[in-house]
């Protein structure tokens, strides 16, 4: 059973910075990517930033590029969001992703989402 726990999700003013953490544990082969998404109330889920395990790359939403880093620890299987310069609009809950092979199977996992709210 793969698992996915996130931490770091909190209250920040505006202008604050957070860092939120995902850690993926359970039988695993390999990790392809990870990524970070949030939801904020009443809208659709959006892609924030993702990761590729394996050389580094990333990727970010034009709305946080600049002010959000993703970086990852492959010996932990922990993939981090740093956020910087929070503003009102960031709030939401984020939500862990991993694209994960284990054994002869590849699937999606989700965390179960940590709450960030910026307050003005």
């Known amino acids: 059973q793969v698992q996915l726990v996130e931490s770091g999700g909190s209250l920040v003013q505006a202008g604050g910075s957070l860092r939120l953490s995902c850690a993926v544990s359970?039988?695993?082969?390999?990790?392809?990517?990870m990524a970070w998404h949030r939801q904020a109330p009443g809208k659709q889920r959006e892609l924030v930033a993702i990761?590729?395990?394996?050389?580094?790359?990333?990727n970010y939403a034009d709305s946080v590029k600049g002010r959000f880093t993703i970086s990852r620890d492959n010996a932990k299987n922990t993939v981090y969001l740093q956020m910087n310069s929070l503003k009102p609009e960031d709030t939401a809950v984020y939500y862990c992703?991993?694209?994960?092979?284990?054994?002869?199977?590849?699937?999606?996992?989700w965390g179960q989402g940590t709450q960030v709210t910026v307050s003005s």
């Open positions: 359970g039988s695993i082969n390999s990790i392809v990517h």
């Open positions: 990761i590729s395990t394996i050389g580094g790359s990333t």
């Open positions: 992703y991993a694209f994960v092979i284990a054994g002869t199977k590849s699937s999606d996992y």
